[in-house]
């Protein structure tokens, strides 16, 4: 970096990241651009042109606009939409906060980025499951100390109770995200319980010492979106005891596929709302009048909701299958993927370093990208350094026919690097 710009920057701006998924997002767009056939399996994004949001959704906030919701929100929400919003979490997840437990923002960052500032001083550990989405990047914003609980395949990339025990003491906020990105799995009951239990445990020991306790920070922001049999489990439906200390986040970007319509909220005990409030308002982080008004009536009307997102389902669930099935021609020559459970990606493992004859995930990614026009991203992105040959897929940009005509160049330039 150029000195004169280091020095002008403070430590944190000089040390923050920009997101590798994103960079590799943008060269993926300007070959498409250059008219290549590339499958952008690489975005956690929807492209409207696949997925769109409820038109019921999209009406209303042209009503809105058009009855003059223009002015500031106020700082915590409209209280129509606070009130559908804690119906809806007790409906689906029996996490009752009332609607002064809810609090808004525009999308899960703004939130998730105060549930972090809320609790964290610097020097803190912030414990994270490994690989995860932007974790890393908030351990610096905040000065943490960076707790990677490392998953394997065999626990499907989730963190375990066993894991976090091994910097329980350490731990003063520790933050899960089920269904996960990048893996596409979901805890069990089992597995969630286990957590908490310990969580509870531990908290109960740290009061009588007057240290603070371990803050459960849980991403669900793909809650929606499950396979067949697989049921999404919030910590207050395994261990009720968990309520104090759990912060939920949640957004309408992923489950109602409108990303750029930035929606997202916290609920968490209302004792704790005064602060999250003042710092969504320091941060000017509201969602625009307009799209609370539309959410507030749409969250009001829970079975067009729930015909949403089984309609939803079936959607990932053809894409998910059109891909499985592809990748499950290619097992001979290495690829292999664990079973997707909930949310738009899939794990796929491309051990295939022989084939092509190269060393990193980078070189594999290269590989795809160039000759079988395949995008994905590599788990290095999610914090895992490793070059084991993980990488995430996301099918929120593609139709089937993309992933089959994808898979197919796939078995092609495997054929041809394999020689048969
Ligand atoms: C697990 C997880 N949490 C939070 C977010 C952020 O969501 P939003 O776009 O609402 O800020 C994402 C986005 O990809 C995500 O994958």
Redesign the pocket.
Known sequence: MDDSISWRLSEMANGMERSRILSIAASVRAMIAEGKSVAPFTV?DFSPAQFDVPSYLTDAIIESVNDGDTNYPPAAGLPELREALSDWMIHRYDLDVGSDGIIVGS????V?YASFRLFLEPGDGLAHGVP???NHYYVHLNDAIDIPLMGTPESRFLPTAESISHHIEDIRVLIL?SP??PTGTCFTRGELQRICELIVKENTARKSTGKKPIILVY?Q??STMTAEGVEHVHPVQVCPEIFDYTIT?D?I??SLTG?GL?L?WMALPPSLAAPVIALIGHMGAWPARPIQKAAAKLYSKTSMLEDFFDDLDLRIYKRMSALKNGLDNLNRYGVSYVEPEGGIYLSTHFDIFDIIGCETNEEIRVWLLEEAGVAVVPFQAFGLEQDSGWFRISIGAVSVDDIVQAMDRLAQALRNAYGS
């Open positions: 956690g999308g899960a960052r703004p998730l995860a989405w932007n995200n996960l990105n991403d922001v793909y986040l957004a970007s992923k990303t930035r997202g």
